[in-house]
C-alpha cells in the first residue's frame, strides 16, 4: 500500500477562493458523451494565465481549475477565461462542452478510463464504480489561515451541504431517464466507501489523529482517498466544498463560490456554537432531501427537533449573510440565488423543461452545452 | 443441385481460403465483413443474370451509407481548424497527383483514363470506413479524423468524377456538347434529386416525434425514393444520395432527422452491397502485370495520403497522424461503381482501360477494413480491449 503522509496544514490568505468545475465532453453530432480528454489535453496550447485544464478519471470529462484568488469577480475572470480557452480548443478538436451534474443519457460502459497511475490505481480498485463515477461536479475551496480553523470550518460548513446541494442541482436525468431526483450525481458519489460526512472532529490534532488511524486500518492512503461533502486540504491550505453539481453556467458556479466565501466569512465572524455530534444524525438524510427534493426539501433540524422547508431556511441565511457579501464585494454574485430561493427555475427544472418542450436528451444537451458556451452562442440559438 | 447451388467441390475449395482468413482475422484483426467473400463469382454462387437483378439492392445500400457519409460531412469542422483544411486538402491534391502520374506514366494510360483511374481511386471507402468504426465503436479524434477525410475524400472524387466524364466524352468521341452537356446533367440531377429527397425527408419527419421508428421509416424511404429516381434519371446513385445526405444536415436547422440514426438493418444491406461489388469484379481478367500495377497503384496512394497526413502537421502528434493516413486507406464499392458508370460510356475501350482500379479495389476489399480497424486499434479507441474485458488500455 502506498501511504501517503498528510503533511503540514499550508496557511493561505483568509476566505482566498479557488474553484474546480469537472465538465462534460459531448460530439458534436448527437451530443452523447464523447472520449477526447487525453487527446484535448495535448493538443492545449495554453500558458496557465486563469488556471489549470486537465484530465478526470474518463476521457469525456475535463476539469477546470481556477487560480487561488481573493475575490468573486477574481474567480469569475478565471472560469470566464478558461471557459474561452476550452471552448476554442474543443471547436479545433470538434467538441463540444457542457455543464451539468450527470450527462442524461450517456451508457456508462462506454467511457474509458484516462491513462495515468492514479486513475489505473482507481480502477483496479473500484472496478466498475470508476467508470460510474463519470458525474460532473464544482469543489470550491476557502482558504483557512489556521488548520484549527479549517477543521473548525469543515464542521460548520457540514451543517450547510443541504443547501448547495440544492443549489446547483443540475442532474435530474440519468440512463435516459427523468431520476426524479434534483440532484442525481451524489448517488455516484456515495457508492464509494470513504464518502459521506466528515466525522465529528474538534481541532487539526483529532483529524491528524483519525486519518493516521484510517491509514493503519488500510483504508486510506491520502488525503484523495476521503470523498467526504466538506474536507480539509492541507495541501492548499483550504476547506474544499464537493457537493455542488457542476452548474449549468459560469456565472451559476461563481454565484456558489460567493456564497462559500460570504458564508465561510459570516461563519468565522459569528462562530456558531456547534453540535456535530447531533448533526450528524441528520445529515445523511438532508442530503437525500435536498438531493431528491432540491429547494423543496424538509430540513431536519437536531437541535430544535423539527423540520424546516429549506427554502425559508436559506432564504434567512442569504439575508443574514448579505452584510459579509458586501464587505466581500460580491453580493451581486448573491442575487441569481436569492431569484432560485424566491421560486425562479433552477438548472434541474430548466434540463427538465426543455425535456419537456424538445421531447428528447439530444437537444437538452445541444442547448445546455450552449448555454455554458456564453451569451453569443445562447443568442445564436434565440434568433434561429 | 442446381446450378447456382455451391457443390461440394467448391466447399473443399474454398476451405483452405477460409482457413486462411480466420489466420487473418487471428494476425490482424480483420472485422467480420464479407468483403473477404469476393469470389463468389469465381466460383460460380452469383451468375451474371443475378448480378444484374441484385444491382437495384446494392444501389440501394450503397445509397444509405452514402447518404450517412453525407450527413457526416462536418465543414464547421474546417473553419475551426486550419490545419484539418491542410490536411485534407493536401490528402486530395496528393492522391490524385501521384495516381494520375503513376497511371499515365508507369502503366501507360491516356490522360482521360489516367485523369479517371485518379477520380475513381483517390477518395477512401465510405461504407467500410463507416462500417468498421460502427462495428468498433470507435470514438476519439483519430476515428473523427477518419471519417472527415473520408466524407471530403468523397466529395472530392465526386467534383474530379463529374469533370472526368467531361474529359473522357472530349478524348473518345469529340463531342463537346456532350462533354459539358453530360458532367452539368450528372450534378445538377443529383442535386435536384437529392434536395428533393432530403426536402421530403425533413418536412414528414418534422411532424413525428424526433428519434421514433416513424422518422426512420420516413428517412430510409425517401432515400429509397431517391435511389429510384436517380436510377430512372440516369444519374449516379452514389453521388444523388451523398448529396441528398449533405443537405439533409445542413438543412437541417431544427436538428428534425439529426439525431435519427439508419436502423441496425443496414449492415443487411452492407453484406449484401460487399457481396455484389465483390462478385462483379473482373477477376477473370486478372494478370500477374495487371495484378503488379494495381499494388503499384496502392503503394501510390498509401504513400499519398499517409504523407499528405503527415506533412500537414497539426495538434495531434505524429504517430495519431500516420494512423489517421492507415485508417483512409480502404478503396471499395464507391470506387467500383464510379469505375463502372465511367466504364459503360464507352464499353469498348472503358471497361480495359479500368481495370486498374477495379482491380485495385478488389486487393483493398481484402485488406482496408483490417487496416482501418488496424489504425483505429492502435489509437485505442475501439470500445473492445482491455478495458472492455475489466483491465487497463
Not at chain 1, 43 to 49: E, F, P, V
Not at chain 1, 50 to 69: D, V, Y
Not at chain 1, 297 to 315: G, K, W
Request: glycine fraction near 8%; proline fraction near 5%; charged fraction near 20%.
Amino acid at each position: 500500500m502506498n501511504i501517503q503522509p498528510l503533511g503540514e496544514f499550508s496557511d493561505s490568505a483568509a476566505l482566498s477562493l479557488g474553484v474546480e468545475l469537472e465538465l462534460q465532453l459531448v460530439s458534436r453530432r448527437d451530443f452523447d458523451l464523447t472520449r477526447g480528454a487525453t487527446d484535448l489535453i495535448g493538443s492545449l496550447d495554453y500558458d496557465g494565465r486563469f488556471g489549470e485544464i486537465k484530465l478526470e478519471i474518463t476521457e469525456s470529462m475535463i476539469e477546470i481549475s481556477t487560480l487561488a484568488r481573493s475575490t468573486v469577480d477574481g474567480i469569475a475572470a478565471d472560469l470566464g477565461g478558461l471557459r474561452d480557452t476550452l471552448r476554442h480548443h474543443c471547436e479545433r478538436n470538434n467538441i463540444g462542452v457542457c455543464g451539468g451534474g450527470t450527462h442524461p443519457f450517456h451508457r456508462w460502459p462506454e467511457r474509458r478510463i484516462c491513462p495515468g497511475d492514479r486513475f489505473n490505481d482507481l480502477y483496479q480498485r473500484y472496478g466498475y464504480l470508476a467508470k460510474q463515477f463519470t458525474v460532473f461536479g464544482q469543489h470550491i475551496h476557502v482558504g483557512c489561515t489556521s488548520a484549527d480553523d479549517a477543521i473548525w470550518l469543515t464542521q460548520a460548513l457540514g451543517v450547510y451541504v443541504p443547501a448547495f446541494i440544492a443549489l446547483s442541482a443540475s442532474s435530474p436525468f440519468v440512463d435516459g431517464v427523468d431520476s426524479f431526483y434534483q440532484s442525481a450525481r451524489l448517488n455516484a458519489v456515495s457508492a464509494f466507501p470513504l464518502s459521506g460526512q466528515c466525522p465529528p472532529l474538534n481541532s487539526w490534532q483529532e483529524f491528524t489523529e483519525h486519518f493516521a488511524f484510517l491509514q493503519a486500518c488500510g483504508i486510506a492512503q491520502g488525503i484523495k482517498d476521503l470523498y467526504w461533502d466538506v474536507r480539509p486540504k492541507p495541501e492548499f491550505g483550504t476547506v474544499e466544498l464537493r457537493v455542488c453539481d457542476t452548474p449549468l453556467s459560469i456565472e451559476q458556479a461563481t454565484s456558489l463560490a460567493a456564497l462559500a466565501q460570504s458564508l465561510a466569512r459570516w461563519l468565522l465572524r459569528t462562530r456558531p456554537p456547534l453540535d456535530t455530534a447531533k448533526q450528524a444524525h441528520v445529515a445523511r438524510y438532508n442530503k437525500f432531501q435536498a438531493c431528491r427534493y432540491g429547494l423543496e426539501a424538509m430540513i431536519s433540524d437536531p437541535l430544535a427537533l423539527c423540520q424546516t422547508p429549506l427554502r425559508q431556511t436559506l432564504a434567512s441565511l442569504l439575508e443574514a449573510i448579505s452584510e459579509d457579501a458586501r464587505e466581500l464585494a460580491c453580493e451581486r454574485w448573491l442575487s441569481p440565488l436569492k431569484q432560485a430561493v424566491a421560486g425562479h427555475a433552477g438548472d434541474a427544472d430548466w434540463l427538465r423543461a426543455r425535456e419537456k418542450e424538445h421531447g428528447n436528451l439530444n437537444d437538452v444537451v445541444r442547448e445546455a452545452s450552449q448555454r455554458l458556451i456564453g451569451p453569443d452562442s445562447e443568442n445564436q440559438e434565440k434568433t434561429r | 443441385m442446381g446450378n447456382n447451388s455451391p457443390s461440394m467441390l467448391d466447399s473443399l475449395v474454398g476451405l483452405p481460403r477460409w482457413l486462411w482468413e480466420a489466420l487473418l482475422d487471428r494476425l490482424f484483426f480483420l472485422p467480420p465483413f464479407p468483403e473477404r467473400m469476393f469470389g463468389p463469382s469465381s466460383l460460380g454462387w452469383i451468375s451474371i443474370e443475378a448480378l444484374a437483378q441484385a444491382r437495384p439492392i446494392a444501389d440501394a445500400a450503397l445509397g444509405l451509407l452514402m447518404m450517412e457519409v453525407g450527413r457526416r460531412l462536418d465543414l464547421s469542422w474546417l473553419r475551426h481548424n486550419p490545419e484539418l483544411l491542410r490536411s485534407t486538402f493536401a490528402d486530395i491534391a496528393l492522391s490524385f497527383a501521384l495516381i494520375f502520374a503513376f497511371a499515365l506514366w508507369l502503366v501507360g494510360l491516356t490522360p482521360a483514363w489516367a485523369a479517371a483511374t485518379a477520380a475513381v481511386t483517390m477518395a477512401s471507402a465510405p461504407a467500410v470506413v463507416l462500417l468498421t468504426i460502427e462495428e468498433a465503436r470507435a470514438q476519439g479524434q483519430v476515428t473523427e479524423r477518419i471519417i472527415l477525410h473520408t466524407a471530403i475524400s468523397s466529395a472530392a472524387s465526386f467534383v474530379a468524377f463529374a469533370l472526368v466524364l467531361g474529359v473522357v466524352h472530349a478524348e473518345l468521341s469529340e463531342d463537346w456538347l456532350n462533354a459539358v452537356v453530360h458532367p452539368l446533367w450528372v450534378v445538377a440531377g443529383a442535386l435536384l434529386v437529392g434536395g428533393i429527397g432530403s426536402w421530403l425527408a425533413l418536412n414528414i419527419a418534422h411532424i413525428l416525434p424526433k428519434r421514433s421508428l416513424a422518422q426512420v421509416f420516413v428517412l430510409v424511404a425517401c432515400a429509397l425514393l431517391a435511389v429510384g429516381i436517380a436510377r430512372m434519371l440516369a444519374v449516379p446513385v452514389f453521388l444523388t444520395l451523398f448529396l441528398m445526405g449533405v443537405l439533409l444536415a445542413s438543412r437541417d436547422r431544427q436538428q428534425t432527422l439529426r439525431y435519427t440514426a439508419l436502423p441496425e438493418g443496414h449492415w443487411l444491406l452492407a453484406i449484401v452491397l460487399f457481396v455484389i461489388v465483390g462478385a462483379s469484379l473482373p477477376w477473370q481478367e486478372f494478370t500477374w502485370l495487371a495484378g503488379l500495377q494495381a499494388l503499384g497503384l496502392l503503394l501510390v496512394r498509401a504513400v499519398a495520403k499517409a504523407g499528405a497526413v503527415a506533412w500537414s502537421g497539426g495538434s495531434l502528434p505524429l504517430p495519431k497522424r500516420l494512423l489517421v493516413g492507415v485508417g483512409i486507406q480502404p478503396l471499395s464499392a464507391t470506387a467500383v461503381f464510379m469505375a463502372y458508370e465511367l466504364a459503360s460510356l464507352y464499353p469498348e475501350v472503358g471497361r480495359s482501360a479500368l481495370t486498374l482500379p477495379l482491380f485495385a479495389a478488389a486487393m483493398m476489399e481484402l485488406v482496408g477494413p483490417a487496416l482501418c480497424r488496424l489504425a483505429l486499434r492502435r489509437s485505442g479507441e475501439c470500445e473492445s480491449g482491455a478495458q472492455a474485458r475489466g483491465g487497463i488500455a
